[in-house]
């Protein structure tokens, strides 16, 4: 079964330095990687998804299929990226599901 | 707002009761999908709905039941619940071919 782990819990980092929010998957197929964030008060939406290979807020991630992660890096956090992070898998077809992981909460301060 | 919309924001209810939470789609958007948030689960998927069809299940329990209605609205039926049960539920949806999930803000259930 298709499984995606984030391994932090919470990650504190100061504004300016580097964040990198880990996630790691396992699925037999080709599978499509999101990630979603939600900020305080405010609805889960689609940061950015790997094939779009685009930055977002500065954000980008690759999708390494040799290690089955997707990690989400920027080089210089800013406080308003402190929010919940999800990464998700979504499996070949499209319309399915997506599955996400636990989630990390990153809290950016000054 | 045509963004998906969720009723109601916040319920308070007891240990073995029932309980009904809606959803609304985005205009246009066939599939549904409902999710359970919890603090140590994270967010769970529970079931999906393409127009109408049953498409997918997951972690869902029996004494939980959903359906998608003609309008394309959808309920999930919580029912003999338990403290358990106490949670964030989302609601998405998504248009036809497209992966990107679009969220409610989620219903907060407590049960007492």
């Known amino acids: 079964a298709q499984r995606v782990t984030q391994p932090e819990k919470l990650l504190s980092v100061f504004k300016g330095a580097p964040v990198e929010l880990k996630c790691n998957y396992s699925y037999s197929g080709s599978p499509e990687l999101f990630w979603y964030v939600q900020y305080s008060r405010q609805r889960l939406q689609l940061l950015l998804r790997h094939i779009s290979r685009e930055s977002i807020k500065g954000f980008t991630a690759d999708l390494n299929k040799g290690e089955t992660s997707f990690h989400l890096k920027k080089p210089f956090a800013q406080e308003e990226d402190s929010a919940m992070y999800y990464c998700?898998?979504?499996?070949?077809?499209?319309?399915?599901?997506?599955?996400f992981g636990k989630g990390t909460t990153l809290s950016v301060s000054s | 707002d045509s963004g998906v919309t969720q009723t109601p924001k916040h319920l308070i209810t007891a240990t073995g009761q029932r309980v009904t939470l809606r959803c609304s789609p985005r205009?246009?958007?066939?599939?549904v999908y409902w999710y359970q948030q919890s603090l140590d689960q994270g967010l769970q998927f529970l079931i999906q709905y393409y127009n109408g069809e049953e498409r997918a299940k997951g972690n869902i329990l029996e004494r939980f039941s959903a359906q998608q209605f003609p309008d394309l609205h959808s309920e999930l039926n919580l029912s003999s619940l338990e403290l358990g049960d106490s949670a964030l539920y989302f609601c998405?949806?998504?248009?036809?071919?497209?992966?990107?999930?679009?969220f409610g803000e989620g219903s907060r259930l407590t049960v007492l």
């Open positions: 998700a898998l979504s499996e070949s077809q499209a319309g399915t599901a997506l599955i």
């Open positions: 998405a949806s998504s248009n036809r071919g497209r992966r990107e999930l679009f």
């Open positions: 205009s246009g958007d066939l599939s």
